[in-house]
């Protein structure tokens, strides 16, 4: 079974206007991480926020937030005003206790495109 | 310095032929990662080196040979590929090897690969 899934495989954004894209999960755990990353055409995995699941508040950093709904087990990230340097591939992952030594279980990835 | 330095950025090889990716970093990181990446895909796992010691191998065919030098450099040796194999190679680090839930991957730009 598919541990973390998005369901969007392509976005499209106007320059300056919010998107959201979805992520859910699946796990027994109680204690577990999740992740966001942006991947450029360049290649690179640029680690964006972090969201733990005994955090009580919303995880922010800058223009990304973390629409957090643990009993729904998602994970949604929040893009306010848009960049064209916004397009890219982006990655929801998981952290469990069980699967040790960094590991990340990664999701399809949602390819977002902004658009002046 | 929060870079993971790959080189080289584009390798096109031969099936016969031996060849070697090299990975860098200087923030002290003590796990350093090897991942697959195909296009449009999410990037899967193949090696882990925790304190320079190979910790995971997630069933890698042997024509992929890893390689921790020291604690700053992990290499990947290539021989005998085959075109399947063509794929962005990813190296990462992250600061532990998975002791906390929130310990995050920093990613390389990677090496694309083109197996002919």
């Known amino acids: ?116 | 310095d929060t870079e993971v330095t790959q080189t080289p950025k584009h390798l096109v090889m031969g099936m016969t032929n031996k060849k070697s990716l090299k990975c860098e970093q200087h923030m002290g990181h003590r796990a350093m990662y090897w991942y697959k990446q195909k296009a449009k895909k999410p990037p899967e796992l193949m090696f882990v080196y925790s304190y320079e010691k190979l910790s995971i191998n997630e069933s890698v065919p042997s024509r992929f040979s890893p390689e921790c030098p020291n604690s700053s450099l992990l290499n990947l040796h290539l021989h005998a590929l085959q075109p399947e194999d063509s794929a962005l190679y990813l190296c990462a680090s992250s600061q532990g090897a998975g002791s906390t839930l929130i310990e995050k991957l920093f990613f390389g730009s990677g090496t694309q690969l083109s197996v002919l």
């Open chain 1, 1 to 116: 079974a598919q541990k973390i899934t998005q369901t969007q495989p392509g976005m499209f954004v106007q320059e300056k206007e919010a998107v959201t894209l979805d992520c859910t999960y699946d796990t027994s755990d109680q204690s577990y991480g999740l992740f966001w990353y942006k991947q450029p055409s360049s290649g690179e995995m640029i680690f964006l926020i972090y969201q733990g699941s005994y955090d009580e508040q919303n995880a922010t950093e800058g223009r990304y937030s973390l629409n957090f709904q643990k009993a729904r087990k998602s994970a949604n990230l929040v893009i306010s005003a848009s960049q064209l340097g916004d397009s890219a591939m982006y990655f929801c992952a998981m952290r469990e206790p069980n699967s040790g030594y960094s590991t990340l279980t990664f999701g399809k990835g949602t390819m977002l495109l902004v658009s002046p």
